[in-house]
C-alpha cells in the first residue's frame, strides 16, 4: 500500500527567506504526485502536481516542487515567503485501489511566517 | 466554472444519530471522492462514487454511506454517530481516467457530543 511521509510537523521561517517542505513516498508504481494547501478551517487548494516528463514542476503562488524518484522524494519549495503563505501543506499520492483512484496524504506540515 | 461546494458548514450531532452529508462537484467532473480529516491529522479516503456507484472505499465501516446522483452531486451518510466521527468532512471532484488530480470543496465540520 502507498504512505507518504511529511517527516516536518511544523516550520517557522521569516516573510522573504526561502522555503523547502519535505515529503517522501512509498508506491511500487510510478507515482501521482501532488502538493495541496489548506488554510484554517477551509479545504484543499492543489498547489501542483507531477504525473510525467519533467522532475520540476511549477505550481501557483511561486511554488515549485522536484520529483527525485531515487530518493522518493517530492520536495515542495519556493524562493521567496511571503505572509500570507501561512497554512498547512499536505504532500499526496495518487494510487489506484480496489476500483478507484484515491488520494493517500501525508500528515501535513504547518508553516508558520514571521513578518 | 463552479467549483465544489458542500453543505452544510457546520453541524453538531449527538452519538447515536444518523447526518447527511452533501456535494456538488464542479461542472464538468463526473466522479467523487469523500475524505475524513480529523484534527491534525491528513485527510483519509473513505470512498468514492462513479456513475451512481461505489467504486471503491478506505477503511471505513458500512456505517459510512453515500449516495451520487444524476447530476454527479453526492451524498455522505453516516449513521450510529460515534465521537471519533468528529471531524472536517472533505468532498472532492475529478474526471474518472488521468490526469487524477481531484478538486476539494470547503468542507462539513461535524462535531458530535
Known amino acids: 500500500a502507498q504512505s507518504v511521509t511529511q517527516p516536518d510537523i511544523h516550520i517557522t521561517v521569516s516573510e522573504g527567506a526561502s522555503l523547502e517542505l519535505r515529503c517522501n513516498y512509498s508506491?511500487?508504481?510510478?507515482?501521482?504526485l501532488f502538493w495541496y494547501v489548506q488554510s484554517p478551517g477551509q479545504g484543499l487548494q492543489l498547489l501542483l502536481k507531477?504525473?510525467?516528463?519533467?522532475?520540476l514542476v511549477q505550481g501557483i503562488k511561486g511554488f515549485e516542487a522536484e520529483f527525485k524518484r531515487s530518493q522518493s522524494s517530492f520536495n515542495l519549495r519556493k524562493p521567496s515567503v511571503h505572509w500570507s503563505d501561512a497554512a498547512e501543506y499536505f504532500c499526496a499520492v495518487g494510487a489506484r485501489g480496489a476500483g478507484s483512484y484515491q488520494l493517500t496524504f501525508g500528515k501535513g506540515t504547518k508553516l508558520s511566517v514571521i513578518p | 466554472e463552479t467549483g465544489v461546494t458542500q453543505s452544510p458548514t457546520h453541524l453538531i450531532k449527538t452519538r447515536g444519530q444518523q447526518v447527511t452529508l452533501r456535494c456538488s462537484s464542479q461542472s464538468g467532473h463526473n466522479t467523487v471522492s469523500w475524505y475524513q480529516q480529523a484534527l491534525g491529522q491528513g485527510p483519509q479516503f473513505i470512498f468514492q462514487y462513479y456513475r451512481e456507484e461505489e467504486n471503491g472505499r478506505g477503511n471505513f465501516p458500512p456505517r459510512f454511506s453515500g449516495l451520487q446522483f444524476p447530476n454527479y452531486s453526492s451524498e455522505l451518510n453516516v449513521n450510529a454517530l460515534e465521537l471519533d466521527d468528529s471531524a472536517l468532512y472533505l468532498c472532492a471532484s475529478s474526471l474518472v481516467g488521468p490526469p487524477y488530480e481531484q478538486y476539494f470543496g470547503p468542507g462539513t465540520r461535524l462535531t458530535v457530543t
Open positions: 507531477y504525473f510525467s516528463g519533467d522532475t
Open positions: 508506491y511500487g508504481a510510478t507515482p501521482y
